[in-house]
């Protein structure tokens, strides 16, 4: 497989990559800024998000739903001014993190469930669900650090990276959006599994900090091929581009505050045979 290349870098810490309309949009924490880059690497400013933006989604009227970490909210932007949708400190017993939205509208959070940086004991968490009221609704409890989701294209089944648990673990969606039917996807040993995204074939690529690795899993935890992404780690992925053949993957010397003082981050991408599907 061809290496990496570099689309754009000089960022803090990118995180949440989402390809929409033509351009992939992410999170740079620590400039607190919402971006998007084309392919041709041209990066603009979409929103500042003043408490740290993370996850990303769309929702079906097109307005972008941000998570904002550190105060732990889901705030909802028009393209002219950003309010808040949900408030999640009720829930969320950390920094809240990744999100994936449905094709209803309904965005499920993740949450540290503790503050890592500022020593305090590792504990389980839950993941939210906020519905396009602003209602929240925990919908699964006891989760390792649940970080990136994906969702099937049937929209059926959602697959969350418990991080710390060296595994992905899937659900079964309702109508209504609960989840039930709880079990592992894949148990990846040695792994610490961070963004994710699925593709046609029903692999899901596995952003592996631990190892310097984006990952191409199956169910059950076959690994079929991967990218090595060398002195960096990997923290996050995106299947897109005009034929959602483009792998984006974001990159960086480190993680944690350490960061803020840094422009290390980096989105690489690299073109390989099997496209996007399903969400994000």
């Known amino acids: 497989m061809k290496s990496l290349r570099v689309l754009l870098g000089g960022l803090t810490f990118p995180e949440g990559p989402r390809w929409h309309e033509g351009r992939l949009w992410f999170s740079d924490f620590y400039s607190h800024r919402v971006m998007a880059v084309d392919l041709e690497g041209r990066a603009e400013t979409i929103v500042e998000v003043?408490?740290?933006?993370?996850?990303?989604?769309?929702?079906?009227?097109?307005?972008?739903?941000?998570?904002?970490?550190?105060?732990?909210?889901?705030?909802?932007?028009?393209?002219?001014?950003?309010?808040?949708?949900?408030?999640?400190?009720?829930?969320?017993?950390?920094?809240?993190?990744?999100?994936?939205?449905?094709?209803?509208g309904r965005a499920y959070v993740g949450n540290f469930g503790y503050d890592r940086h500022q020593g305090e004991a590792a504990r389980t968490t839950c993941l939210a669900r906020v519905d396009p009221d602003g209602r929240v609704t925990r919908a699964a409890e006891d989760l390792v650090f649940p970080n990136g989701m994906v969702i099937t294209p049937d929209g059926r089944t959602l697959v969350v990276g418990e991080t710390f648990a060296e595994r992905l673990t899937a659900f079964d969606i309702a109508a209504d959006g609960s989840l039930s039917n709880r079990r592992v996807f894949a148990q990846i040993p040695g792994s610490a599994?961070?963004?994710?995204?699925?593709?046609?074939?029903?692999?899901?690529?596995v952003s592996n900090p631990k190892a310097h690795r984006v990952d191409r899993v199956f169910a059950g935890g076959r690994i079929a091929g991967g990218v090595d992404t060398g002195a960096l780690f990997s923290y996050a992925c995106m299947l897109g581009g005009p034929t959602g053949r483009t792998l984006f993957v974001l990159t960086n010397s480190g993680s944690g505050p350490s960061m803020a003082t840094k422009t290390d981050g980096r989105i690489e991408i690299i073109d390989v045979e099997v496209g996007a599907a399903g969400l994000p």
């Open 193 to 205: 599994p961070d963004g994710i995204c699925l593709d046609a074939e029903g692999a899901i690529w």
């Open 50 to 104: 003043p408490n740290r933006p993370s996850g990303l989604g769309w929702t079906p009227a097109g307005d972008l739903l941000i998570v904002s970490m550190l105060d732990r909210r889901v705030l909802r932007y028009d393209g002219s001014r950003l309010t808040e949708l949900a408030d999640l400190s009720g829930v969320a017993t950390g920094p809240c993190n990744d999100m994936v939205v449905d094709a209803a």
